[in-house]
Nanobody, 122 residues
């Protein structure tokens, strides 16, 4: 499956952004989806995941209550609504697809998008 992330940009602290990830090539509803991020000089880290049906979600503690993951299987898309952004949220954000069991480990995800840069200024 091919993944195309978009929606990144520059925003002030306290602001909001909505990331989108469009999938193509395979049946989107066969995959759990996740968002990950990687800041300069740091390892890639988990942000949020959503199950195939959308009924189950899971968040990193650092974003819980501020970020919301959702999906629209009819549009083969997954979204990440980011509110109350902080400078430490600055990173390249990646969407990924997982054909296995629901989890948040990057190596268990099969397909990755190219990333979209989010910069939060203080």
């Amino acid at each position: 499956v091919q993944l195309q992330a978009s929606g990144g940009g520059l925003v002030q602290a306290g602001g909001s952004l909505r990331l989108s990830c469009a999938a193509s090539g395979r049946t989107f509803s066969n995959y759990d989806m996740g968002w990950f991020r990687q800041a300069p000089g740091k390892e890639r880290e988990f942000v949020a995941a959503i199950s195939r049906s959308g009924r189950r979600t899971y968040y990193a503690e650092s974003v819980k209550g501020r970020f919301t993951i959702s999906r629209d299987n009819a549009k083969s898309s997954v979204y990440l609504q980011m509110d109350s952004l902080k400078p430490e949220d600055t990173a390249v954000y990646y969407c990924a697809a997982n054909s296995g069991s629901f989890n948040y480990v990057p190596r268990n995800y099969d397909y990755w998008g190219q990333g979209t840069l989010v910069t939060v200024s203080s």
